[in-house]
């Protein structure tokens, strides 16, 4: 596994490779199929918005040289963050043919290493609550459950809003 950071030269790749493993994993939450949750979030103009902003640093992960994923970590996240020192996975989603390979715990390790490298003290996420595989894979890895939180998208099934904050500490 590695972790490519972004640049100008592979934003359509980050692009096309975000869009493939969103649409392989999450379209159920959604009305509409995921086509407004995409138009908004996954767009280009949406992706060169937020690469232009310092405090998201993006990557795309590979495995035996091909794409398998993306990453978005957010320095200054919106979640409590007691001493100020955290960071956000805002974002970490591969494709099918990359789940249960270990790339998973590959890549939180090297999330890990990046908080540490910056001095950060706490690791955070938010994970959808229905997501039982997912919980399970953080709470192994030393996260823990510190909120919840509602999404609020009218466009999303109502009984799918439901998210768990999670942190880990670092330092």
């Not at 960071?87 to 090297?110: C, D, F, H, P, T």
């Amino acid at each position: 596994m590695v972790l490519t950071p972004v640049t100008d030269e592979n934003l359509t790749e980050l692009i096309t490779i975000a869009k493939l493993a969103y649409c392989e994993h999450y379209l159920y939450l959604w009305h509409d199929g995921g086509e407004w949750y995409l138009n908004q979030y996954f767009s280009p103009e949406r992706f060169k918005e937020e690469f232009g902003n310092p405090d998201f640093l993006f990557y795309v992960i590979y495995h035996d040289g091909a794409p398998a994923g993306f990453l978005k970590l957010n320095m200054r996240s919106s979640m409590e963050c007691h001493s100020g020192r955290c960071m956000e996975i805002e974002r970490i989603y591969l494709v099918k043919e990359a789940v249960n390979k270990g790339i998973g715990s590959q890549v939180m390790n090297a999330v890990e290493k990046i908080g540490k490298d910056r001095k950060l003290s706490t690791l955070l996420l938010k994970v959808m609550d229905s997501s039982a595989q997912a919980i399970a894979f953080y709470k192994k890895i030393g996260y823990v459950i510190s909120g919840t939180y509602r999404l609020p998208f009218s466009q999303m099934k109502t009984h799918l809003r439901g998210m768990y904050l999670m942190k880990k500490e670092i330092d």
